[in-house]
């Protein structure tokens, strides 16, 4: 019963590396999203996937890519990382792209960008 | 554009009721919903709205007003592990049907 797992959990870069975070879900849900949290400013949608081979941007997709080449994992692409990309990321999935579906989120990573 | 606003700090005693606001601007209003967050941990769902009214699970209600573009979540019976930060997030037709998170309220229960 694991749910939303990410990994790691938390991470250091230097400025100019790049870098994957993991995503994975085990509820077969077909909608999958990765949203950034900065202090008092809640949660930003990143990049957004309603299923297998279909990704879309969100709010904030600028120095990021996705793929979603399973149901099951939704992996985050950092190109070439910026202080400015220092966060905490989540990655959250539902049913369905619904407006009733409940999100489940994972525990988080905790980038930090020198 | 999307705006969402609540209260940056609520403060409330242990055993009492407390509400927090959320105000929305949007015209493409698809549901409102609620999430707690631990410091440190993941949001939680807690509650969604798409039809005016209130919705009850357990200790804690959600309602909703569409045409005042206006909810509350409402915490009874406080509990020291009620403090977290509580999220007011809008599905929004003109944002891709995505969620919109507002920038969350801080609750701080008091024994």
């Known amino acids: 019963n694991a749910g939303v797992t990410q990994t790691p959990k938390f991470q250091v870069l230097k400025t100019g590396q790049s870098m994957t975070l993991q995503c994975a879900q085990d509820?077969?849900?077909?909608?999958m999203s990765w949203y950034r949290q900065d202090p008092g400013m809640g949660l930003r949608l990143i990049h957004y996937?309603?299923?297998?081979?279909?990704?879309d941007q969100g709010e904030v997709p600028n120095g990021y890519n996705v793929s979603r080449s399973t149901t099951e994992d939704f992996p985050l692409r950092l190109l070439s990382a910026a202080p400015s990309q220092t966060s905490v990321y989540f990655c959250?999935?539902?049913?369905?792209?619904?407006?009733?579906?409940?999100?489940?989120f994972g525990d988080g990573t905790r980038l930090s960008i020198l | 554009g999307q705006s969402l606003e609540q209260p940056s700090e609520v403060t409330a005693v242990e055993g009492a009721i407390v509400q927090i606001n959320c105000t929305y601007q949007?015209?493409?209003?698809?549901?409102l919903s609620w999430y707690q967050q631990h410091d440190g941990g993941a949001p939680t769902f807690l509650s969604y709205?798409?039809?005016?009214g209130l919705e009850e699970t357990g200790r804690f209600s959600s309602f909703l007003s569409r045409s005042d573009s206006y909810g509350y979540l409402l915490l009874q019976e406080l509990q020291m592990k009620d403090s977290a930060s509580y999220f007011c997030?809008?599905?929004?037709?003109?944002?891709?049907?995505?969620?919109?998170f507002g920038p969350g309220t801080r609750l701080s229960v008091l024994p």
């Open positions: 949007t015209s493409g209003f698809y549901g």
């Open positions: 997030a809008v599905r929004d037709r003109n944002y891709g049907q995505n969620f919109v």
């Open positions: 509820m077969n849900h077909e909608y």
């Open positions: 709205n798409g039809l005016d």
């Open positions: 959250a999935s539902s049913l369905r792209r619904g407006a009733n579906q409940p999100q489940h």
């Open positions: 996937s309603v299923g297998a081979g279909i990704t």
